[in-house]
């Protein structure tokens, strides 16, 4: 990412003040948290969905009954 600050000087117009960053550190980080947040949520997913039914039948149990009449 390049930020540039043009600079005066007895008010005329006399180059430019730039800054140079690199981002490449960040947007991997970045990506990795995004990655990290995707697989959460599919095992919070997961793990609701197992809360909610029964292990051998695979129907919703009583606490998802219950759920649904609130």
């Known amino acids: 990412m390049i930020t540039a600050v043009p600079r005066a000087r007895d008010g005329q117009y006399a180059g430019a003040i730039a800054v140079i960053t690199d981002l ?6 970045e990506d990795e948290l995004r ?3 995707d697989a959460l949520e599919q095992a919070l ?3 609701q969905h197992l809360a909610h039914t029964d292990e051998l039948t695979g129907i919703n149990n009583r606490r998802h009954l219950f759920k649904l009449a609130e």
């Open 35 to 37: 990655r990290a947040k």
């Open 45 to 47: 997913a997961r793990e």
């Open 24 to 29: 490449t550190e960040q947007k991997r980080i």
